[in-house]
């Protein structure tokens, strides 16, 4: 029998068909991470399948919707359901694509991975996946991997397979919450249909275990003291070495760095360890291997041990504070809040970039649009940081020093106080919801005065005028700048209140 749900709908399927009681769409749609448009232009095609084998879609407004029927028809729907998964067609939002690209492409590595493969995978077209292919070059570049192009072949990522195995681990974090991930981890038989994730990911994920490297982690976490977010990147990183086992992917490292690995005290219980993957992997374990666990282990240990810091270190902590003074407010380079906590986050990260432990900062993109200034001055700052530790900080560090400096600007009231004027048809209740928008995205803003259109002249005094309408012959470029916006002051018109307000 022919398949006729797609991926998502089968996902709305398998959560109908664990609800013991009816739930509404706002239910489901949360649950799945869809929206409730998305939800409801899908159930059509759910009733319908759902009628073809004797059951019906039933719905009550204000309780909810439920599968009803003969119970053996619900039983032989849930192994249909089991059964077919996988070979249901496939729709995947821009950024589900995204994540399915650069796993397909990690997992294959060094295999090349064919236009047409991807092109069944994602479900678009070739010129699509070419896009969403130069789309991963950034972000596999700062897991310092390259994006082959084989004329006539395919697509491969060229790299050493420790780097590989590290930039797996990190889309993992970055696709799957960190509480998802050590619920799933922690509960035996728990599958990954059950979880938040596109068809496609849950495919990946299913194929490297995560439960059994989660008890090896666990056997043996007395010995490393791992902890915190250790406690879920180290069965992470030994799930992932097992199925690069498997895909017989050798780690290759240098001899000194290797003997040194081998040498520390740690590697006795990073042995066992490896041991245990590779029986589980049912692969010969080397010491490769063992030195690349070894190191994992090492970093993730320092990463929570209290040492001090060096002094060329608060050196550097004083020389970021002094450029974060110089262009944003002097004020900050004095500010012991923000050495404390610059300093503790670059203990952090020179074991990070020592160990090459992955790093996700989900607020990156938030802040970045939030506090663009700010952000600009944090890349400054991280070009600083790169030269004096010898490493490139990734675009998640540069989103934390970001949140810093931007937290101690708002937490001293140091941001410019800027005068806003607010512009609208007549004066109406939508000039008020905006005036409620711009006081809690731009708290440097004095709200002078809200007038009409009619009421704007050359005079305006005000740093920046914002309106709900165009107005006659003033733009950007007048003086003073204005900005027509949505009276909701949407995403767009945030950005360009930023801009303005940075100029």
């Known amino acids: 029998m022919s398949v006729s749900l797609d991926s998502r709908q089968m996902r709305m399927m398998r959560w109908l068909l664990k609800q013991e009681v009816p739930q509404s769409t706002a239910v489901m749609a949360n649950d799945l991470g869809l929206t409730q448009r998305v939800i409801r232009y899908r159930l059509t095609g759910v009733e319908k399948f759902l009628k073809g084998r004797g059951l019906n879609l039933a719905k009550k407004r204000g309780v909810g919707i439920w599968i009803a029927g003969n119970d053996s028809a619900i039983e032989q729907l849930r192994t249909e359901i089991q059964q077919t998964s996988r070979a249901a067609p496939r729709v995947f939002a821009r950024d589900e694509r995204f994540d399915l690209l650069r796993a397909s492409l990690l997992f294959a590595s060094p295999e090349a991975v064919s236009l047409e493969r991807l092109q069944d995978e994602l479900q678009v077209s070739k010129t699509s996946a070419r896009r969403d292919a130069r789309r991963a070059e950034p972000w596999l570049e700062h897991q310092g991997l390259v994006l082959a192009r084989k004329s006539g072949v395919g697509l491969s990522i060229v790299g050493p397979e420790l780097s590989i195995r590290r930039a797996i681990v990190k889309l993992i974090l970055e696709v799957v919450p960190t509480e998802v991930l050590r619920d799933f981890m922690s509960t035996p038989d728990q599958e990954w249909s059950s979880v938040r994730l596109s068809a496609g990911m849950t495919d990946f994920l299913q194929d490297i275990p995560l439960h059994q490297c989660w008890s090896i ?42 003997r040194s690995l081998l040498d520390h005290p740690v590697a006795e219980n990073a042995r066992i360890v490896a041991a245990d993957v590779g029986a589980l992997a049912e692969a010969e374990v080397g010491d490769e291997d063992v030195a690349a666990i070894a190191e994992v282990v090492l970093g993730l240990v320092s990463l929570h041990n209290d ?14 504070m002094a450029l974060a003074g110089e262009r944003l407010h002097p004020f900050l380079a004095a500010d012991r809040e923000l050495r404390r906590g610059l300093s503790q986050h670059l203990e952090r990260l020179v074991v990070r970039l020592k160990y090459g432990l992955p790093v996700h900062n989900p607020l990156l993109v938030e802040v970045s649009n939030r506090y663009p200034d700010v952000h600009n001055v944090a890349r400054e700052i991280a070009d600083v940081a790169s030269t004096q530790l010898g490493s490139q900080l990734p675009e998640d560090e540069i989103g934390f020093i970001t949140m810093y400096l931007s937290g101690a600007m708002e937490r001293t009231h140091l941001w410019p106080r800027m005068r806003a004027v607010v512009v609208c048809p007549s004066g109406v209740a939508t000039a008020w919801i905006l005036v409620s928008r711009i006081q809690a995205e731009f708290p440097q803003l004095d709200l002078v005065d809200v007038i009409s259109a009619r009421d704007v002249d050359d005079d305006v005094e005000a740093d920046v005028v914002i309106s709900t309408v165009d107005l006659a012959n003033r733009d950007e470029d007048s003086t003073p700048p204005t900005v027509v916006v949505n009276p909701l002051l949407l995403v767009d018109d945030v950005r360009t209140i930023s801009r303005i307000l940075t100029k």
Do not use: C, N, W, Y
């Open 217 to 258: 982690a666990k056997s043996h976490s007395s010995e490393s003291a791992i902890t915190g977010e250790g406690e879920i990147m180290l069965p992470i990183f030994l799930a992932t070495t097992a199925r690069r086992m498997q895909q017989d992917q050798k780690v290759s490292m240098e001899a000194g760095q290797l």
């Open 307 to 320: 040492t001090p810091m060096s002094t060329s270190a608060e050196d550097l902590v004083t020389q970021m």
